[in-house]
């Protein structure tokens, strides 16, 4: 079984870059789809970004911002954040989904702990 392993999050200011990280073990994650949900204080999870065999695919609140890349080799998978906003402001986590088009959380089957990213005005 796989365990995903987040870390990157903090205290940023409208603008500032960030990248978070997921790590997993267990498991080579080469055979998953891999993702990024956030879920602000009070709202439901929002699928950010994804990435498999067959491409990426973003959020539209997201898109053009963040970049999703995965490294195989290294067993990660990264979410660069450009141009944060503070309606970014969330706890971020990282998915494994069996499903190469997954997108909602309900589709994602392993989940990492989370990282908090706070972006102020």
């Known amino acids: 079984q796989v365990q995903l392993v987040e870390s990157g999050g903090g205290l940023v200011q409208t603008g500032d870059s960030l990248t978070l990280s997921c790590v997993a073990s267990?498991?080579?994650?080469?055979?998953?789809?891999l993702g990024w949900f956030r879920q602000a204080a009070g709202k439901e999870r929002e699928f950010v970004a994804r990435?498999?065999?067959?491409?990426?695919y973003y959020g539209d609140s997201v898109k053009g911002r963040f970049t999703v890349s995965r490294d195989n080799a290294k067993n990660m998978i990264s979410l660069e954040m450009n141009n944060l906003k503070p309606d970014d402001t969330a706890v971020y986590y990282c998915?494994?989904?069996?499903?190469?088009?997954?997108?909602?959380?309900?589709?994602?089957?392993?989940w990492g702990q989370g990282t908090e990213v706070t972006v102020s005005s």
């Open positions: 267990g498991r080579a994650l080469s055979g998953y789809t």
């Open positions: 998915a494994a989904s069996i499903i190469v088009t997954a997108s909602r959380a309900d589709e994602f089957g392993t």
């Open positions: 990435v498999s065999w067959s491409g990426k």
